[in-house]
């Protein structure tokens, strides 16, 4: 492999990022302009949604089940387990619901993106559409970008409640405790704030899966090497923005919303 | 003594620039990174005329066609396709001179998620106002062409390589495009095969007069074309006869190192003493 200088590898890194901001901006600014692929937008809704949902609500439940068994120990040295309730709601609500539906689709779509553009780089699709009067960016990545916003985000209250109902399994089975009041209380304490915070993280989530998945799959270089290489950076590069970005939004929407 | 007129000579020439120029570089230079792939080439194509680039492997002929197209800009230069100066031009008026434009890609390049009859009609479906009953008839109409008819439900996964190039061939043709650039369309195929889209070739030259470029290594094919003309009363290729005053307008351009070393005709390309020529084309 060659060694490049520090200045070109700085180089390549800050024409990456405009090449990326270039990508993200035009996929939501062709929203506004025609041709509108529907077509492509209801496919890629249905792989995205209908294709991630079981993966989703089974992460969800069980995720919901360990944080209630995991909980009930430390809140029982406290004799608090009553709140139990509390805990799960606001946990999955605010931060895990989003985040495990976020990498579930990015584990699965992200790449999926990455390595079909790429394949169609390197067969000379991309030439072949451009060729043939076709903007790539608005038949192909413009319907990635917006089924991923809305299907993570109705993925996310499904995955929610999902875990809600995981919660509600360890309680009633496990712990035996009153099932009721664990629902009444999951219900009681959720406020505007984390409803809010959680149905927002999707929609950013949703905008980072599919345009770093379109964005490694449209600058892949090489044969099948390159789509291969493309594709587990999409989805190291977005599980990693998931994470990161998770930790700026919580805060940010903290300050927001004072909560 | 009057010679023989060929069938060819009765078509009318096909619709160009006023300025009887379908492609003009002038001095287009393009490198990447470190490595100077063209080096200040210019060169004339004609309304009507059949143009076949040759060059070694990775010697910039494809890229000729990529960046005729737009698909890629020159560092320095200027090309003009129907009187447009694409290197001006934004990609979204790039999108609109394209439809003039068409190319058939060295591995065909077909959606491979689509079938034929989508493939060939793509771009009849993305102007979105051509009637379905249409579309149709002119899908089989350019697959009847390339004579693929019954591929039309099948999926670019099943079939040949000759056959996705004929394919590819149909796809570009169903708009009847003011200029064809066709890139290594024989690479990699059997001789029967070869022919066959050679013979597709000059059947689009001679009984439509589109003006094309074509990218190849294979000389034979270049020579073939040369020599042959579309008998569209037979509809097969056949051998130009001896003394036949029929012209095909069919030229050649050799490109090394960078640059155009040979623009000329069959004629001059026989004649030609360059010593790189005579041993390319030995």
Known sequence: MALISLSDFAKQKIKSVEDYTVLAARSLGNLFNRPLYIADMVQQA????????????????????????????????????????QLVSVGIVRELGPVLAGLVVAGRNASGMASELGSMVVTEQIDAMRALGTDPMKKLVTPRVASTIVMLFF??????????????FVVSLLLRLDTHQYWSSTWQTLEFSDVFTGLTKPVVFGFIIATIGCYYGLTT???????????????VASMILIIGVDVFITRLLMITLGS | ????????????????HPSGE????????????????????????????????????????????????????????????????????????????????GIVFQESALFDSLTVRENVAYRLLEEGN??????????????????????????????????RRRVSIARTIITQPEVLLY??????LDPVTSNTIIELIVKQ??????????????LQDAFTMGTHYFDRAENKMKPLPPGSRAEVSMGFLILRDGHIIFDGDLKELRETQDPYIREYIS
Do not use: W
Not at chain 1, 155 to 168: K, N, R
Not at chain 1, 221 to 232: F, R, S
Not at chain 2, 205 to 218: A, E, F, G, I, N
């Open chain 2, 205 to 218: 030259r001679d009984v439509y007069k589109t003006s094309s470029l074509l990218v190849t290594h294979r």
């Open chain 1, 46 to 85: 249905d792989l995205v949604g209908f294709g991630s949902l079981p993966i989703v609500l089974a992460a969800c439940f069980f995720t919901g089940a360990a944080l209630a068994l995991n909980s009930a120990s430390s809140l029982e040295r406290f004799g608090a387990i009553t709140v139990i309730g």
């Open chain 2, 22 to 101: 379908a492609i003009v570089f002038e001095n287009v230079e393009l490198a990447f990174e470190d490595n100077a792939v063209l080096d200040g080439i210019s060169f004339r194509l004609a309304c009507g005329e059949t143009k076949a680039l040759f060059g070694v492997a990775g010697s910039g002929k494809s890229t000729v066609l990529k960046l005729a197209l737009g698909l890629i800009k020159p560092d320095s230069g200027r090309i003009t396709v129907l009187g447009e100066d694409v290197t001006q031009m934004t990609e979204n008026q790039l999108f609109v001179l394209r439809r003039k434009v």
């Open chain 2, 130 to 163: 051509v009637p379905e009953q249409e579309i149709e008839e002119r899908v089989r109409e350019a697959l009847r062409f390339v004579e693929l008819e019954r591929t039309v439900d099948m999926y670019p996964g099943e079939l040949s390589g000759g056959m």
């Open chain 1, 221 to 235: 270089k090489g044969g099948t090497q390159g789509v291969g290489l493309a594709t587990t950076r999409a989805v």
């Open chain 1, 155 to 168: 993925l996310t209250i499904l995955g929610d409640f999902l875990g809600l109902i995981g919660g509600a």
């Open chain 2, 1 to 16: 003594m009057s010679t023989p007129t060929l069938p060819i000579d009765k078509q009318s020439p096909a619709e160009c």
């Open chain 2, 183 to 188: 890139d290594s369309p024989t690479g990699g």
